[in-house]
């Protein structure tokens, strides 16, 4: 049983809102991944009193698990395209909810920050999966609506980790918010047994590039080292540049081993079809937007003597309109709008979102109003960038390019925080804030720039 995926029983198999089930489990994971994502911010502070270290420390805690997701999403995507996406999904519950237990135990910083990335382990395994999963369980014309689900279940998550993020760390202490995982993932692993539907399309020849994973390892780590040793770190200044040059040696020989490889950890032929690429540019920024504030609310709010659960409630705000747009956007929006449409007008409304975070105060009264309006817009961008980026992927290919969507949610995320920390320490104050600001605005623009340029083919998948 614990190389075989088990089928589902017959009476959940055959009713016609079994594709619902499965896409609901996956919510599971898309919960636990994004409420961790969203609540961790809120223990840099307790974490660099108990710990003695500073900002560009402590954001390793974040730093490190997204590194490792980043390096990990798409090999394990391509190893569960041909061993099982059930099988690989349900092991990540696994290893995830022990690390989460491990991180909650943890004695000292360079503990904790080497468990989350045994914890990055199995959120790769299920995030690699999720995408892939929700995508093959939806029946024709309904995957939209699928991605939809899964969306409100990182929204979901991601609107109540301010708020139980800023209550744990201000009543029980920085561990519980890592503890919190342990229950939501046991239930997940039992219910995935029974829900998830076993892979019906494998790939062939899933061999790994242990190569290539090294080499986009070391560039990313290196590129964000970089920024930390500019965030005050504490390594000599010149070490910045060696390290960026190091990113850039090692990206491009990352480009020009996937190019010459026959089993690329990224192929480039799907990145020059269907508008994959400047969709995954998009979800980069768009992910980049959605974090940074993470990091940027409670600093501002803490600089002005606001508690963390003070600041957490005022931040979910941001999550809570990603919520309301995942789950009630069909209803809200013209039917006649297309995905690509939805993608266009939730970019524009990120960028409206951020020249009102640019231009108005950064009070507590003032901004949940830019911020419900940024995740809203968000929300509204996000499941039809997706869908767009996964019509254009061959199915027997899913689990690889659910992959290299998330890896691109990875490296944005892993952008957001590294830069709002840079612009924070290069201009404390007001002004840091501001700057942080501009940077996510530019972004923003990014993000409209590629959706407005791109051409994108129309999804259509077959259900399994």
């Given at each position: 049983?614990?190389?075989?995926?088990?089928?589902?029983?017959?009476?959940?198999?055959?009713?016609?809102?079994?594709?619902?089930l499965?896409?609901?489990t996956?919510?599971?994971?898309?919960?636990?991944?994004?409420l961790?994502?969203?609540?961790?911010?809120?223990?840099?502070?307790?974490?660099?009193?108990?710990f003695?270290?500073?900002?560009?420390?402590?954001?390793?805690?974040?730093?490190?698990?997204?590194?490792?997701?980043?390096?990990?999403?798409?090999?394990?995507?391509?190893?569960?395209?041909?061993?099982?996406?059930?099988?690989m999904?349900?092991y990540?519950?696994?290893v995830?909810?022990?690390?989460?237990?491990?991180?909650?135990?943890?004695?000292?910083?360079?503990?904790?920050?080497?468990?989350?990335?045994?914890?990055?382990?199995?959120?790769?395994?299920m995030?690699?999966?999720?995408?892939?999963?929700?995508?093959?369980?939806?029946p024709?014309g309904?995957?939209?609506?699928?991605?939809g689900m899964?969306?409100a279940?990182?929204?979901?998550?991601?609107?109540?980790?301010?708020?139980?993020?800023?209550?744990?760390?201000?009543?029980?202490?920085?561990?519980?918010?890592f503890?919190?995982?342990?229950p939501?993932?046991?239930?997940?692993l039992?219910?995935g047994?029974y829900?998830?539907?076993r892979?019906?399309?494998?790939?062939?020849g899933?061999?790994?590039?242990?190569?290539?994973?090294?080499?986009?390892a070391?560039?990313?780590t290196?590129?964000?080292?970089?920024?930390?040793?500019?965030?005050?770190?504490?390594?000599?200044?010149?070490?910045?540049?060696?390290?960026?040059?190091?990113?850039?040696?090692?990206?491009?020989a990352?480009?020009?081993?996937?190019?010459?490889?026959?089993h690329?950890?990224?192929?480039?032929?799907l990145?020059?079809?269907?508008g994959i690429?400047?969709?995954?540019?998009?979800?980069?920024?768009?992910?980049?937007?959605?974090?940074?504030?993470?990091?940027?609310?409670p600093?501002?709010?803490?600089?002005?003597?606001?508690?963390?659960?003070?600041?957490?409630?005022?931040?979910?705000?941001?999550p809570?309109?990603?919520?309301?747009?995942?789950?009630?956007?069909?209803?809200l929006?013209?039917?006649?709008?297309?995905?690509?449409?939805?993608?266009?007008?939730g970019?524009?409304?990120?960028?409206?979102?951020?020249?009102?975070?640019?231009?108005?105060?950064s009070?507590?009264?003032v901004?949940?109003?830019?911020?419900?309006?940024?995740?809203?817009?968000?929300?509204?961008?996000?499941?039809a960038?997706?869908?767009?980026?996964m019509?254009a992927?061959p199915?027997?290919s899913?689990?690889?390019?659910g992959?290299?969507?998330?890896?691109?949610r990875?490296?944005g995320?892993?952008?957001?925080?590294?830069?709002?920390?840079?612009?924070?320490h290069l201009?404390?104050g007001e002004?840091?804030?501001?700057a942080?600001?501009?940077?996510l605005?530019?972004?923003?623009?990014v993000?409209?720039?590629?959706?407005?340029?791109s051409?994108?083919?129309?999804?259509?998948h077959?259900g399994?």
């Amino acid at each position: 049983m614990l190389t075989e995926e088990r089928a589902r029983p017959d009476r959940i198999r055959t009713r016609p809102w079994a594709w619902r089930l499965a896409v609901a489990t996956v919510c599971f994971g898309a919960f636990m991944g994004q409420l961790d994502a969203s609540i961790v911010t809120l223990t840099y502070q307790p974490l660099g009193t108990q710990f003695h270290a500073g900002p560009a420390a402590v954001e390793w805690v974040s730093l490190s698990y997204l590194l490792a997701l980043i390096a990990l999403l798409v090999p394990v995507g391509r190893f569960s395209d041909a061993h099982g996406r059930k099988l690989m999904y349900l092991y990540g519950f696994a290893v995830f909810t022990a690390a989460s237990a491990a991180c909650g135990l943890a004695p000292s910083l360079g503990v904790l920050v080497a468990f989350r990335v045994v914890q990055a382990l199995g959120a790769a395994l299920m995030q690699a999966n999720s995408v892939a999963l929700v995508t093959t369980s939806a029946p024709p014309g309904r995957m939209r609506t699928a991605l939809g689900m899964q969306a409100a279940g990182q929204a979901i998550g991601l609107a109540l980790g301010p708020t139980v993020g800023g209550a744990l760390v201000s009543t029980l202490g920085w561990r519980w918010v890592f503890l919190v995982n342990v229950p939501i993932g046991i239930f997940a692993l039992l219910a995935g047994q029974y829900l998830l539907p076993r892979t019906r399309q494998r790939a062939g020849g899933a061999r790994v590039d242990v190569v290539g994973v090294l080499l986009l390892a070391t560039a990313t780590t290196a590129a964000l080292l970089g920024l930390s040793v500019g965030s005050g770190l504490g390594l000599p200044v010149w070490t910045a540049a060696a390290l960026v040059a190091l990113a850039l040696g090692t990206g491009w020989a990352f480009v020009r081993r996937q190019s010459a490889s026959t089993h690329p950890l990224v192929d480039l032929r799907l990145l020059r079809s269907g508008g994959i690429a400047p969709g995954l540019v998009s979800g980069l920024c768009g992910y980049l937007v959605l974090f940074g504030p993470l990091v940027l609310v409670p600093v501002e709010l803490g600089r002005r003597g606001e508690s963390p659960l003070f600041a957490g409630l005022v931040l979910t705000a941001l999550p809570l309109g990603f919520a309301v747009a995942a789950t009630l956007a069909e209803r809200l929006l013209p039917t006649t709008w297309d995905d690509r449409t939805r993608a266009l007008s939730g970019s524009v409304g990120c960028v409206v979102a951020l020249v009102l975070m640019a231009v108005l105060p950064s009070t507590a009264a003032v901004l949940p109003l830019p911020l419900g309006l940024l995740g809203f817009a968000l929300g509204v961008f996000t499941p039809a960038n997706n869908t767009l980026v996964m019509g254009a992927i061959p199915q027997s290919s899913a689990g690889t390019g659910g992959g290299m969507v998330n890896m691109g949610r990875g490296m944005g995320t892993a952008l957001g925080v590294a830069a709002v920390t840079l612009a924070l320490h290069l201009a404390p104050g007001e002004a840091g804030s501001r700057a942080a600001v501009a940077v996510l605005l530019a972004f923003a623009l990014v993000a409209l720039a590629t959706t407005t340029d791109s051409k994108r083919t129309k999804a259509s998948h077959n259900g399994n």
